[in-house]
């Protein structure tokens, strides 16, 4: 039962990292909200990072899936684990911009401590 829940939110989270990479690459104003204050949304080559970035999550998103579907959850947590490191490499970032130390807590180190949580379960169930 345990391993169920946690794999059922892995996907949530794969399926939510995937979202949030469409949105950024489709609307890149999007992206401005996740933190980095003063984002120059209209700066042509910005733009192009950011949809970088994007890609980034949503390959991120698209690797979890196929981790998910055919990997043991002892494999799955593990990847979350490691995946973990991203979200906390995004709150450094916000927080190294002197972004919102709310979005940084809030949002990106929430998600890296949801990850670990739910890598660890896998692990020992």
């Known amino acids: 039962m345990l391993t169920t829940i946690a794999t059922v ?3 949530m989270i794969g399926a939510a990292i995937i979202f949030m990479g469409t949105l950024a690459f489709w609307a890149p104003k999007a992206a401005a909200g996740f933190g980095i204050p003063h984002t120059p949304t209209e700066d042509p080559t ?9 890609m980034r999550d949503m390959g991120l998103g698209v690797l979890l899936f196929v981790v998910l579907i055919a ?6 947590g593990w990847f979350m684990l490691a995946a973990a ?8 970032i916000v927080l190294r911009s ?3 130390k709310a979005t940084a807590y809030g949002v990106h180190a929430a998600t890296a401590a949801v990850m670990l949580a739910i890598g660890a379960l896998l692990l020992v169930a």
């Open 9 to 11: 939110l892995a996907g």
């Open 46 to 54: 910005f733009r192009a990072w950011l949809s970088v970035k994007a």
């Open 71 to 76: 990997a043991t959850h002892q494999v799955l």
């Open 85 to 92: 490191f991203i979200a906390v490499g995004d709150a450094a």
């Open 98 to 100: 002197k972004g919102p």
